[in-house]
């Protein structure tokens, strides 16, 4: 059985740093396709960024430069480094994995595995 959790969130001031895990257990192989995607009040989810089996990964435009999602297989774990936070990063941000090659950040439909999401809250 697939578990994804994802955690690290909190509160900060606009230019502080955040680093968001995620944990991935019960996977078959032992690369897999992660993303970390956020949910505002209203609008859909949005992707930020994800890496891909083949480790290489991909940032929105949004937040490029800001925003890193280095990746640990030893430890199963995903992250997404959170620099230089605005106020309008606050959102819910959730972990998603799946087994399959996605390219890009993909789609919320092509991962099939979702953490239960972390709140970050980032005040000016």
């Known amino acids: 059985q697939v578990q994804v959790v994802d955690s690290g969130g909190g509160s900060v001031q606009a230019g502080g740093s955040l680093r968001l895990s995620c944990l991935v257990s019960?996977?078959?192989?032992?690369?897999?396709?992660v993303g970390w995607f956020r949910q505002a009040p209203g609008p859909e989810r949005e992707g930020d960024a994800a890496?891909?089996?083949?480790?290489?990964?991909t940032v929105a435009d949004s937040v490029k430069g800001r925003f890193t999602i280095p990746k640990d297989n030893a430890k199963n774990t995903a992250y997404l480094q959170m620099n230089t936070l605005k106020p309008e990063d606050t959102a819910m941000y959730y972990c998603a994995a799946d087994e399959k090659r996605i390219y890009g950040l993909g789609t919320l439909a092509q991962y099939n595995y979702w953490g239960q999401g972390t709140q970050v809250t980032v005040s000016s």
């Open positions: 019960g996977i078959t192989y032992s690369t897999y396709s």
């Open positions: 890496i891909g089996i083949d480790g290489r990964t």
